[in-house]
């Protein structure tokens, strides 16, 4: 179960889009909360920052980081998040890097409805 979640939710029986949905949310807050706390800014600041780090290249540069770290079924869970076919073409990021970045939330979503949100933020540390 998530952290957040009062809900009995077993991500092996999620497709990777909707895993990447829930990631998606999951890397945003994560974001957020490290920037908040890292100073305290305008909000216009903050907002800049976090769109930074949460726009597709920079997933996408982050994902490659920490690949090498993942266990086999985290692995996995990137790999067919990666692979999941979409119907959105993303407007300013290439093909690879969209693709990249939705396999980085599926894996979040992943480990966020597993209950890992710490292995979460030791990846994000790495």
């Keep these: 179960m998530g952290l957040l979640s009062v809900y009995d939710c077993n991500p092996r029986e999620l497709s990777p889009l909707t895993l990447a949905f829930v990631g998606d949310g999951v890397f ?41 770290l993942l266990t086999e079924e985290e692995a996995d869970v990137y790999r067919r998040g990666r692979n999941a076919h979409t119907s959105h073409t993303p407007k300013n990021a290439s093909n690879a890097d969209y693709h990249t970045a939705t396999g980085l939330e599926a894996l979040f979503g992943y480990l966020y409805l597993s209950g890992s949100i710490e292995r979460i933020r030791e990846l994000l540390k790495s």
């Excluded at 909000?43 to 930074?52: A, Q, S």
């Excluded at 949460?54 to 994902?63: G, P």
């Design 28 to 68: 945003d807050l994560i974001v957020r909360e490290d920037i908040v706390c890292d100073a305290n800014r305008p909000v216009k600041e903050l907002n800049k920052l976090k769109v930074e780090r949460v726009r597709c290249e920079a997933q996408a540069e982050l994902m490659r980081s920490i690949e090498p």
